[in-house]
């Protein structure tokens, strides 16, 4: 189940990725000979519009190929007649896209999920948890622990923590307008470092405007997240921390036990990096190419196709190499796990 979902979280940042060089390439009359979904041998395809759409077996990428990108074709729907300002277009559109689907993703989790709330409603009690067994359900209002008055959930979990360690606990709850009495003994849990009652929190959703104000505000700030690590482990001053597809695999995997809601807000994080990422100036990816285009407007005339060539397969092999060692750091972590 963690691999269907990871490939169709996969599926849908390529796509819309392609789609955004695909649309903008079509907007500005740059005829496309196919758009795939996928690399390696073909599953199926279909031609329309004089562009073949396929489906193929490694759901690890995909690509738009556009007449006269990489060929001498002078056309007039060939890529390298259009201006240059139209061909960073085409280029900027696919990481542009995978903003606008983080956006999107996170807009539909403010909506229809919602967030955290800020109160001391009880979501779900975890099944088998303390707050389970002594009957709190979903739904109740903690407000009071141990006679001090409980007005938020941080004011709540402030107060579990500041008891004495694995201590009972006295719970007052309303529910239905009645209050109820519990006595709950909590449990340290080592992955968080904390002693819990074993209870979620409920969520709040937003209204359309308000949700899509939110899900700028959550994009930005994951991309300014996401900058700001790779500047300091550029500089050293964090360790490297990067995973490739099966530490992707394996991430998916644990956010889909959680809930639905965490696997949205993990695809829109993946695609904000994936956009990002896709803008740094490496060779064989978007950014290199728009600086490619920016030095061929300053000098007048593009670079040497061959040499251009040859930039792209060199950086591509580096990439190819780049992940293989991504990839088995992240066995190994499995393993270690």
């Known amino acids: 189940m963690s ?5 169709l979280v996969f599926g849908l940042l390529i796509f819309t990725h392609e789609l955004g060089h695909f649309a903008a390439a079509k907007a500005c009359g740059i005829g496309v000979y196919e758009f795939s979904l996928g690399m390696g041998p073909k599953l199926f395809d279909f031609t329309k519009g004089g562009t073949k759409y396929s489906l193929r077996l490694l759901p690890i990428g995909g690509f738009v190929q556009m007449v006269g990108e990489d ?18 277009l085409v280029i900027f559109s696919g990481p542009f896209m995978n903003f606008v689907t983080a956006m999107v993703t996170f807009v539909i989790v403010f909506m229809l999920i919602g967030t955290p709330s800020a109160s001391s409603v009880v979501g779900n009690p975890i099944e088998g948890s303390p707050a389970a ?26 107060t579990i923590q500041a008891q004495e360690a694995g201590k009972p606990l006295s719970v007052i709850a309303q529910r239905n307008g009645e209050e109820l009495s519990f006595t709950i003994t909590p449990y340290f849990d080592e992955a968080q470092n904390a ?11 937003t209204g359309f405007f308000r949700a899509i104000a939110l899900g700028m505000e959550q994009t930005v700030y994951y991309t300014k997240l996401l900058v700001v690590s790779l500047w300091q482990m550029l500089t050293g ?23 639905f809601a965490n696997v949205l807000l993990l695809v829109g994080i993946l695609s904000v990096n994936l956009g990002v ?3 740094l100036p490496l060779p064989a990816l978007d950014g290199s190419k728009i600086v490619l285009l920016a030095v061929e407007g300053l000098r007048g005339k593009p670079m040497d196709r061959n040499k251009e ?20 750091q992240d066995i190994l972590r499995l393993i270690a796990n």
């Open 3 to 7: 691999i269907i979902i990871a490939i």
């Open 71 to 88: 060929e001498e074709n002078y056309a007039p729907d060939s890529f390298m007649q259009k201006s240059i300002w139209q061909r960073m």
């Open 133 to 158: 067994a002594a009957g709190i359900m979903a739904g109740d209002r903690i407000v009071e622990i141990n006679d001090i008055e409980i007005n938020s959930w941080q004011q709540m979990v402030s």
């Open 195 to 205: 002693w819990l009652i074993g209870i979620n929190g409920s969520r709040e959703t």
């Open 237 to 259: 001053q964090i360790a490297p921390d990067v995973a490739g597809p099966v530490g992707i695999v394996t991430m998916v995997g644990q956010v889909a036990q959680v809930g």
């Open 277 to 279: 990422v896709n803008l």
């Open 309 to 328: 060539a040859m930039i792209n397969l060199i950086g591509f092999a580096l990439l190819m190499v780049l992940m293989v060692v991504i990839t088995y």
